[in-house]
């Protein structure tokens, strides 16, 4: 009997574990994609882009795909989408798991300024001119358009459309992971004063993290939201272990 699971992914974690999980031949996996990424790489399993409609817009789909399995492996601040899951699975009674990525904490030498929301970081930067590295997702950076007096860098993997409505930014383009020692290189080449990012966990993208603590820079880090409570683990290879009994 072949089992029918889908994946949320979006996540090197998502890719990672439906690579695992497609190995088996007791298996067929589906990998779903929000679509917000233009290029994304490629997933190595039958891929499906764009959103669902909603929670009720998912329960149908995993009703008429029959799937017996829904794995959430989202970004740690896709809450609406871990929600939907949520609901959908129960609407469904279909059995759901969920890849929840440990959050960084800080070290000795951090300079941290923990705040709840993006709005909250964008008036954590104060109201001096400063020059601010924006190492969020290009969904976010719009708020800073409200603090205009500062210098902004803003990394993103797709570009920013439209590009902020401030007098001073540089955009650039690149896909991680990025390491502590080019980190560096790009927060002391481009005079960084202050970081602003998600805590995103995970290896990929801690260079920046490290190489401000290196550094000595400020970094005004947005709390993670609150998600659903469903079964979950912290690492692939725990959660292809929990597969078989959900299943």
């Known amino acids: 009997m072949t089992h029918r699971i889908l994946i949320l992914g979006g996540t090197t974690?998502?890719?990672?574990?439906?690579?695992?999980?497609?190995?088996?031949?007791?298996?067929?996996?589906?990998l779903s994609l929000a679509g917000r990424t233009e290029s994304p790489v490629a997933q190595g399993v039958p891929v499906r882009s764009g959103g669902f409609g909603g929670a009720e817009g998912l329960a149908i789909h995993l009703r008429e795909t029959g799937t017996d399995l829904l794995i959430d492996a989202t970004h740690p601040y896709a809450a609406q989408i871990s929600a939907n899951a949520a609901q959908a699975a129960r609407a469904t009674g279909v059995s759901i798991l969920a890849l929840?990525?440990?959050?960084?904490?800080?070290?000795?030498?951090?300079?941290?300024?923990?705040v709840d929301t993006v709005g909250d970081a964008v008036r954590a930067l104060g109201p001096a001119p400063r020059r601010v590295f924006l190492a969020l997702g290009r969904q976010e950076v719009a708020a800073f358009e409200a603090a205009p007096q500062h210098h902004y860098l803003i990394r993103s993997v797709d570009p920013?459309?439209?590009?902020?409505?401030?007098?001073?930014?540089?955009?650039?383009?690149?896909?991680?992971?990025f390491g502590e020692t080019e980190e560096r290189a790009l927060l002391e080449k481009h005079h960084i004063e202050i970081v602003v990012s998600k805590n995103s966990g995970g290896e990929a993208t801690y260079g920046k993290i490290a190489a401000a603590r290196t550094l000595g820079i400020e970094l005004v880090m947005v709390r993670r939201p609150d998600l659903p409570d469903v079964p979950s683990?912290?690492?692939?290879?725990?959660?292809?272990?929990?597969?078989?009994?959900f299943l």
């Open 100 to 114: 929840r990525r440990p959050g960084w904490e800080p070290a000795e030498g951090d300079r941290w300024t923990p």
């Open 233 to 245: 683990a912290e690492t692939v290879e725990a959660l292809a272990a929990m597969v078989d009994h």
């Open 13 to 30: 974690e998502a890719r990672q574990l439906a690579g695992m999980l497609a190995a088996r031949d007791d298996l067929s996996v589906t």
């Open 160 to 177: 920013v459309e439209p590009k902020l409505a401030v007098p001073d930014a540089s955009y650039l383009l690149a896909r991680g992971p």
